[in-house]
């Protein structure tokens, strides 16, 4: 079984940082695309970015040279560094990824969310 366990949010001055976490763990035989959504209430998810196994980045408008996304593959962990968090970056945040098991399944799997609140 195979799953993505998220760390990181919490509450933050608006122009503070944030760095988000995102491991996979279990019958992993290799991860395709990982990346970084959010929800904000009343909204529908968004992606906030992502990045391919071969480490090609793609953001959001919103948060572009504000956020940077990192994977460690000897890890299986991806990274969302925020900075100048500003207020409507609060939502909650989820982890995604493409992963395929020893038996060559992929699953399009989904953190449980992490909150990220931005006040001062």
């Known amino acids: 079984q195979v799953q993505l366990v998220e760390s990181g949010g919490g509450l933050v001055q608006p122009g503070g940082s944030l760095r988000l976490s995102c491991a996979a763990s279990?019958?992993?035989?290799?991860?395709?695309?990982m990346g970084w959504y959010r929800q904000a209430p009343g909204t529908q998810r968004e992606l906030v970015a992502v990045?391919?196994?071969?480490?090609?980045?793609n953001y959001a408008d919103s948060v572009k040279g504000r956020s940077t996304i990192s994977r460690d593959n000897a890890k299986n962990t991806v990274y969302l560094q925020m900075n100048s968090l500003k207020p409507e970056d609060t939502a909650v945040y989820y982890c995604?990824?493409?992963?395929?098991?020893?038996?060559?399944?992929?699953?399009?799997?989904w953190g449980q969310g992490t909150q990220v609140t931005v006040s001062s």
């Open positions: 990045v391919t196994s071969g480490g090609t980045t």
């Open positions: 279990g019958s992993i035989f290799s991860i395709n695309a």
């Open positions: 995604n990824a493409l992963i395929a098991d020893w038996n060559l399944v992929e699953y399009d799997l």
